[in-house]
């Protein structure tokens, strides 16, 4: 925790006191410890940093006085203040967070496992915590907190009861990943791999890596690097001078594969497989037993989350959680309990239904992962689905994949919604699955309530902005 006076030098700002204040009483402001930062009023408690944003449509600091009355410490202005409360006049409040955030992570004595990728970071990140916190107090990113607000905020959840964070860093475009390792300086970097998101912005795949791997000019010392040894992009990554498409992996680091093959039948000399698996056994929706071969050691681990996917989240956990000292037995027992949360294939059980509810985000690459495990249902398979976003000329090319994805899973009934989703609808009609579109989610529901009976299974999976939280809200009320 810091000061408020080092909260003033982290971000080169000035403080102001109410006129009325004695030396006394600016001394003892100085040197209290702030107990949390927020950037939402509602969420401030005693001694907390409150951070105003300027947004489209509110300017928080209106709210100033009362994040005081819930007593709040201190505040960041942007402009000069009138009221009987100290502040520190800052000239951007998103820029001070984040000089504050990489003041705070200088001072730390803990490791730092960071979680990138193109999809899987927040499935990844729950079971790297859920493993670790069978030895560990372990602090993760909550939510979607993984951008340039939400990671600064993160790291200043970090207390000194923490022994090893787990963090989150998602981007959108060049030089965001940049910034997001300037703060975080990960000890640990695991890749989770590399898929066609955000391709508005970052062109294709290289692009993709590029922008992921800026990550590797800002790792504390000796890092370990732990990548998705199944990905065709990352399996490229090695010591010395970089492929031109990603950047240079430090001297000092260790770089570690994972995957569902065995990499050391790639024959890549001087980069074995840290971990991988056989002996797989597909439970459907009740999840995967499999065997874990973990720098040599064969251990039986059974992972709660459907999805063969779900293997690489537990291999990638298994590395992290080896070099930091966990017992076998604590591997096992954390996989075990690694779960996700809500929007994020989290399964819903509404009577005789289950709901798959996968609706805060999308991209190709994890919608069809979701369409694999709803594959795996017993009863009815039927998928509702939306645009996916920010995937520049190829959008329509890639719903088209994902409609094929849907034949070659078998599932029986498809419900879109979106201008791009209607390339999903049309490739699955023309492989005869039945197949509805419609142009509201109002719409689609009226029709899904319907349908629904007795032991069906349902998919309900799109980008953030289709607002299909809606649909899971809808049913949960429908069928409780």
Not at 89 to 112: M, Q
Not at 126 to 133: D, I, N, T
Request: with cysteine; net charge negative; hydrophobic share 40%.
């Amino acid at each position: 925790m810091l000061r408020v006076s080092e909260v003033i030098t982290a971000v080169n700002g000035e403080i102001y006191f109410p006129e009325d204040w004695n030396n006394q009483q600016q001394n003892e402001l100085l040197n209290t410890y702030i107990q949390g930062t927020v950037m939402d009023n509602r969420l401030v408690e005693k001694d907390y940093l409150f951070v105003p944003f300027i947004g489209e449509k509110v300017d928080a600091h209106q709210y100033i006085p009362a994040a005081y009355d819930l007593g709040a410490i201190i505040c960041f202005s942007m402009k000069k203040l009138e009221g009987d409360f100290p502040y520190i006049l800052v000239k951007d409040s998103g820029v001070a967070l984040k000089d504050l955030a990489t003041y705070y992570r200088a001072t730390l004595n803990i490791p730092i496992i960071g979680i990138v990728g193109s999809v899987g970071k927040t499935s990844t990140k729950e079971m790297v915590a859920a493993v670790l916190s069978e030895k560990y107090n372990v602090l993760k990113t909550e939510g979607n907190y993984n951008n340039e607000i939400g990671l600064p905020l993160t790291i200043m959840r970090i207390r000194p009861e923490h022994q090893v964070a787990v963090v989150e860093m998602g981007i959108s475009d060049f030089d965001e990943m940049n910034r997001l390792s300037t703060i975080a300086r990960p000890n640990y970097l695991v890749m989770t791999n590399i898929g066609p998101c955000h391709l508005e912005f970052l062109r294709d795949l290289d692009g993709v890596l590029n922008a992921k791997t800026e990550a590797f000019e800002h790792l504390a010392n000796h890092p370990k690097i732990i990548l998705n040894g199944d990905d065709d992009k990352l399996i490229q990554i090695r010591h010395g001078i970089p492929a031109g498409t990603y950047h240079a992996v430090p001297d000092d680091a260790d770089i570690f594969f994972f995957g569902r093959r065995n990499i050391n039948d790639l024959e890549v000399e001087g980069m074995p497989a840290a971990a991988f698996a056989d002996n797989i056994s597909d439970k459907g929706l009740e999840g995967i037993d499999c065997r874990i071969n973990l720098f040599g050691e064969n251990i039986d681990v059974h992972i709660s989350l459907p999805g063969l996917h779900n293997i690489n989240n537990a291999l990638a956990a298994a590395i992290v959680a080896e070099s930091l000292g966990l017992s076998t037995s604590q591997i096992q027992n954390g996989i075990a309990k690694g779960n996700t949360i809500a929007g994020r294939s989290n399964i819903i059980r509404l009577g005789e239904v289950l709901v798959i509810d996968d609706c805060y985000n999308a991209g190709p690459v994890s919608m069809k992962a979701s369409l694999e495990v709803l594959s795996s249902a017993k009863g009815r398979k039927i998928a509702v689905l939306g645009d996916m976003g920010e995937l520049g000329n190829t959008a329509e090319e890639l719903h088209a994949s994902v409609g094929q994805a849907v034949v070659d899973n078998h599932i029986d009934i498809l419900y879109t919604v979106g201008s791009l989703s209607q390339e999903i609808h049309k490739v699955a009609t023309l492989n005869s699955v039945i197949a509805h579109h419609f142009n509201t989610n109002k719409d689609l529901l009226a029709e899904l309530i319907k349908e629904i009976k007795p032991g069906d299974t349902i998919l309900i999976k799109a980008s953030h902005f289709m607002n299909f939280s809606q649909i899971v809200d809808a049913l949960k009320e429908e069928l409780k």
